[in-house]
């Protein structure tokens, strides 16, 4: 039986991130979408800075900041294996949209100009 048990959490085990101080991180989908709603809305979308690990352990002390009327947060001892490095997000637009060589900026668009502004 212990060795049944033993081969299950082995199986288990999955590879922890490394994470290093002032790192920004934030949660992974799989683990924010197992949180409650009202969990998961404090989370889902913020990025936290690495600032320490709790009690000699490599498992990250993180510093949310206050964003959007949510207050800020501090979590202990998070396990690695639910968070992930932020990346920048580069969205570059394939098209500029032209608009017509109006010289007033508070002009209104022509009908032509609305109907292909986001072709």
């Known amino acids: 039986m212990a060795m049944a048990k033993w081969l299950l959490e082995s199986e288990m085990v999955t590879e ?3 994470f290093s101080m002032n790192d920004q991180v934030r949660f992974t ?6 949180l409650t709603a009202q969990d998961r809305g404090r989370l ?3 990025v936290g800075v690495v600032q320490g690990f709790h009690n000699g352990t490599r498992k990250p002390i993180v510093y ?13 001892g998070i396990d690695t294996r639910h ?5 920048e997000d580069a969205v570059q637009p394939d098209d500029h949209v032209q608009l017509s060589d109006q010289d007033h900026v508070s002009a209104k668009l022509s009908q032509d100009e609305t109907d292909h502004l986001f072709d």
């Open 16 to 18: 922890r991130k490394s």
């Open 29 to 34: 989908q799989e683990r924010l979408d197992v």
């Open 44 to 46: 889902e979308g913020r």
């Open 64 to 76: 949310f900041p206050e964003v959007h009327g949510q207050s800020d947060l501090r979590l202990f």
């Open 83 to 87: 968070l992930e490095h932020k990346t």
